[in-house]
């Protein structure tokens, strides 16, 4: 008798990222002494804006999934599906540049207590800033300033409130990721520029004293793996352009203390945590703390990959799944049992 299916939505925005051959043959619950045991996870990827979804008064989750412009072979992304999801993994950020916004679809899988990596009360945090930055602050007030360093940053909600900023400093408009809505201004001249572009659109903005770096750094930590990424550019924004270089290098105690506070503080098992290096007086500063939907180091891709399905794996078995729960079907009852929680038929998977 076959294993009954539990349906994981991975949410990816790096389409070439392959998770049905990561979660090819896992099983949560799995006996080895009983082959029956445990649940197949079936895979269904899918970036935001391919994803829509309805939450049911029974805490079931419809999600129709359009077909992907270049999907992977062999997989269900070679046509629109539907079905009733158990688990969601994300990999992406909720909000992003040119009016990307999927917060309804977060919103809509919170309606329904959907499980997931990270939670999604810690995605939901993270679609502003200022909310993770306070964190930040939070860690820094239980820790003290030398063990903790977190960049000094003043918050402004609007343009109007732009008084007083440090001088050379940096300014970040609103919740832009990936280096957007950064500015560098080297003296005050340039402030009422800067006022003028965020009063347009009503953003808020934070500043910070631009730091003169050699060195950039990022400790990853995915469930009890930690990685640690220096980088140097040539470029104010690190993450800007082609010409950066990057190794791996071994992880301080110091910083891995850095990653599981911020763990700790915000409730999450994969983040991201960025610092930068002084060169004048040989001092870092944390800059900020990225959740889930961070960018994975080609090197170690398919090794990080797969920590993040067994840290999946081990959350949903930390459920305590019942089975009695009915699901929703819109086909007949043969065609549901055949195809684990499925609204429609699916044979790829």
């Not at 930690?226 to 270089?245: D, E, Q, T």
């Not at 999946?312 to 019942?322: A, I, K, N, P």
């Amino acid at each position: 008798m076959p294993r009954k299916k539990k349906i994981l939505l991975v949410i990816e925005c790096t389409s070439f990222l392959n998770w049905y051959e990561i979660f090819d043959g896992a099983v949560a619950y799995k006996d080895e002494n009983d082959e029956e045991k445990g649940f197949e996870i079936q895979v269904e990827q899918a970036p935001f804006p391919d994803i829509s979804a309805v939450s049911y008064d029974n805490d079931q989750c419809i999600v129709t999934i359009r077909k992907q412009q270049n999907p992977h072979k062999g997989t269900s992304q070679e046509r629109e599906r539907t079905v009733q999801i158990d688990f969601v993994l994300l990999r992406s950020v909720t909000r992003g540049i040119h009016q990307q916004d999927s917060r309804n679809i977060l919103f809509s899988f919170m309606h329904a207590n959907i499980p997931s990596v990270n939670s999604l009360l810690s995605a939901y945090m993270a679609l502003e800033r200022p909310i993770f930055f306070g964190g930040l602050k939070s860690i820094q007030k239980r820790l003290g300033k030398d063990k903790f360093p977190l960049i000094p940053q003043t918050f402004f909600p609007g343009h109007r409130e732009m008084l007083i900023l440090p001088d050379p400093c940096v300014i970040k408009i609103g919740s832009a990721h990936a280096g957007y809505g950064k500015i560098k201004l080297e003296d005050n001249s340039l402030v009422s520029d800067v006022k003028s572009i965020i009063a347009l659109h009503g953003d808020y903005a934070t500043a910070e004293p631009f730091v003169d770096w050699d060195f950039d750094y990022r400790v990853q930590k995915i469930g009890c793996h930690y990685r640690c990424f220096k980088r140097f550019s040539p470029n104010w924004k690190g993450n800007v352009g082609n010409a950066s270089v990057l190794e791996t290098i071994e992880v301080t105690d110091e910083w891995k203390l850095w990653a599981d506070e911020c763990a700790k503080e915000f409730g999450i098992d994969i983040l991201g945590l960025d610092f930068l290096h002084d060169k004048e007086n040989d001092k870092y500063y944390i800059l900020e703390c990225n959740d889930t939907a961070i960018g994975l180091v080609h090197k170690h891709e398919k090794e990080d990959m797969e920590y993040m399905r067994d840290l999946v794996l081990m959350r949903m078995e930390e459920l305590g799944w019942d089975e009695s729960k009915k699901k929703i079907s819109s086909s007949s009852s043969s065609s549901s049992s055949s195809s684990g929680n499925n609204v429609e038929d699916d044979n790829d998977i």
